[in-house]
């Protein structure tokens, strides 16, 4: 999940090898979440890596709090112990991520297995959405 605004980026992701510095580390079944400026060396997923992008809307707050809350999400998921399975993967990180933003379960413009599943956890700060 990327969130941009004027000529800055930040992302937030979940997954196995999501970890510190990012990389491959698939022996962990834990999904770890990281979120940092974009791109940004030991982010997990370079520019050259994205194959495609779907735009999921728009939200009336400013890329310093929507980092806010990617970190939020990133350090909450990962304190979760979630454990990566076919219906709980990246996919549903960045869904449940953009639920928990009020824009709702997205559908997917591709197949993304998982996405329709995860949920916002209750630890999370952001109480309700925007």
């Not at 510190?20 to 520019?47: H, K, T």
């Not at 992008?53 to 806010?68: K, M, N, P, T």
């Amino acid at each position: 999940m990327i969130a941009f605004q004027g000529g800055k980026a930040y992302a937030t992701r979940g997954g196995p090898g999501s970890g510190p510095g990012g990389g491959g580390d698939y022996r962990s079944r834990q999904i770890v979440g990281v979120s940092r400026p974009y791109p940004s060396a030991g982010f997990p997923d370079r520019p050259a890596d994205v194959i495609d992008y779907q735009v999921v809307g728009f939200v009336s707050l400013s890329l310093d709090d929507v980092a806010a809350r990617m970190n939020d999400f990133a350090q909450v998921t990962t304190a979760n112990d979630l454990q990566y399975s076919g219906s709980l993967n990246s996919n549903s990180y960045a869904f449940a991520f953009v639920e928990s933003l009020g824009l709702g379960r997205v559908d997917p413009t591709h197949w993304a297995p998982g996405s329709g599943n995860g949920a916002r956890s209750p630890s999370l700060q952001c109480a309700a959405a925007p």
